[in-house]
């Protein structure tokens, strides 16, 4: 998506790149696993036709996706802490191309794929704001517009570290302008420590302003880890299809209006 071309998103633990040809070699390696093609519904592609569908991808204006690269090596014991580089802050402006991020490992993606047109975008609708609160959003909004939000972290050796869901908070965030929206209120003890929102962009000048009640996900019933993961992001089971084996969950978390502490 040209919205997010020249964009590095920055995080505690992960960084967001655009879907750059350099990826490309280490994204087709990947996809030649089995398990991780059943995972994302892929198909296997040469390598010339991954390089294809990068530049498709990078162009299209219904796919939003990002690299996530790493801020800390994959041995790190999340009850330690982030590990984060000294090079660079959460705070720092950084170009995708930047010298600095070539030094991350990359890890996975997240991506958002969009079906139909947000609301305040239609034409002959008359001028408007994204609305204020995902509570805002009516069911015939979600009828006509919904964005199916999808993320893998492919390197078996960084997973269970916390870093998806900062990925997911950082996608989310930038997509919809409402990064409050996306702030975990609880864990269980066999989690990594995570803080109510791992990172502190407002995302104030976010190109898309996705209401958050039209964000869902399609994952397999089985995979009890991804189900977590979004719930504990305001995410709820919708619907059941059984003959995919498959869950669908939307956004559906009320926000209460007024100031809130959303980085400690």
């Known amino acids: 998506m040209k919205a997010n071309i020249d964009t590095a998103i920055v995080g505690s633990r992960v960084v967001l790149v655009p879907y750059r040809s350099e990826h490309v070699p280490r994204y087709h390696e990947w996809m030649l ?21 990068q530049g498709k991808w990078q162009f299209d204006e219904d796919k939003l996706t990002f690299i996530i690269l790493s801020r800390q090596p994959a041995n790190t014991d999340p009850q330690n802490g982030p590990g984060v580089p000294t090079e660079f802050s959460e705070s720092e402006k950084l ?99 995570l803080t109510s929102l791992s990172h502190r962009h407002t995302f104030e000048d976010s190109p898309m302003k996705i209401p958050p009640q039209c964000l869902l996900t399609r994952i397999s019933d089985t995979n009890v880890a991804s189900i977590r993961l979004f719930e504990k992001l305001g995410f709820q089971v919708t619907k059941r299809v059984e003959v995919f084996n498959e869950l669908e969950m939307r956004y559906r978390r009320t926000l209460h209006r007024g100031p809130a502490d959303i980085s400690s």
Not at 33 to 53: G, H, I, N, Q, V
Request: net charge negative; proline share 10%; no cysteine.
């Open 33 to 53: 696993d089995e398990e991780l093609r059943a995972l994302t519904a892929s198909e296997p592609l040469t390598l010339e036709e991954e390089y294809e569908m």
């Open 95 to 193: 170009s995708p191309t930047d010298e600095l991020l070539t030094k991350l490992p990359m890890i996975g993606d997240v991506n958002i794929f969009l079906s139909g047109v947000p609301p305040h975008l239609r034409q002959g609708d008359e001028p408007s704001v994204a609305p204020t609160s995902p509570d805002e959003t009516n069911t015939e909004d979600e009828d006509d517009f919904h964005a199916e939000v999808e993320i893998m972290i492919a390197e078996p050796s960084f997973r269970r570290k916390g870093l998806a869901i900062e990925a997911l908070q950082l996608m989310l965030g930038y997509a919809t302008g409402q990064p409050r929206a996306f702030s975990v209120t609880q864990s269980t003890s066999n989690d990594p420590p």
